[in-house]
């Protein structure tokens, strides 16, 4: 796997060179209403404050949301009586596809290897 690395990174470099610039002006057009003109330093720090203390203000509503999700969970444990079969393997799916993906990131970050890092 790792030695078919430069081989894609080869093509890709030969993707973006040769329809790179057209991808970037068909992505601008698409999007133009999101742009801020002038775009200056002073703008784009302008929006990161924005964006900042918009996220900022959402925490209590996260936060709330939270505890309303952790007391549905707290619900379904108390009545597991009333649970059915459909919503056990829905819900051991969903079990399996965080393991599954929790997998992928290890065999990622140890740079695609299944035995271990490389030392």
């Given amino acids: ?6 081989e894609l990174q080869s093509k890709v470099a030969q993707v973006v060179a040769n329809h790179g610039g057209s991808y970037y002006k068909v992505l601008m057009e698409q999007n133009k209403h999101y742009i801020q003109d002038p775009p200056t330093i002073e703008k784009c720090q302008s929006l990161a404050k924005q964006l ?15 505890w309303k999700e952790l007391e549905y969970a707290k619900n379904i444990v ?16 969903f079990g399996l596809e965080c393991f ?3 997998c992928g990131g290890e065999i990622v970050g140890r740079g695609f290897t299944l035995t271990g890092y490389y030392v």
């Fill in 52 to 66: 900042f203390y918009t996220r900022l203000a959402s925490i209590p509503h996260r936060y709330n949301s939270f």
């Fill in 100 to 102: 599954a993906w929790f």
């Fill in 78 to 93: 108390k009545n597991r009586q009333d649970i059915n079969i459909d919503n056990a393997g829905l819900a051991a799916l």
């Fill in 1 to 6: 796997m790792a030695s078919k690395i430069p």
